[in-house]
């Protein structure tokens, strides 16, 4: 579970730091979060908020049915789930390329 939270505390703190200058453009983020992040981003997303003036709009849903949906071509602003789950995204998204 350490990882994990290292993981999502590092993808969290990645986005904050890339839209934090843009105070002035605040936008609403879409977010799809796997359930089993919830931990960490439930506290930091708020915060990530309050530094950035931008709104996250999340989801929280487990793997498989984000994956359904990124299957049917919903596009988020950011997804955050666990490493090994995003591994298996992106093999997924190489055996539909060929």
Sequence with gaps: ???????????????????????LCAAEIKGLFAAGVGIVTRELTPEFERSSGHKVAVTYQVIGALKDR??????????IATPADLVDLEKAREDCSG
Excluded: H, Q
């Excluded at 993981?7 to 890339?18: E, N, P, Q, R, Y």
């Excluded at 990124?70 to 997804?79: M, N, T």
């Design 1 to 23: 579970m350490r990882e994990v939270g290292i993981s999502t505390l590092s993808a969290v703190a990645a986005l904050t730091l890339a839209l934090a200058p843009t105070k």
């Design 70 to 79: 990124l299957a049917r071509g919903e596009i988020a602003d950011i997804f």
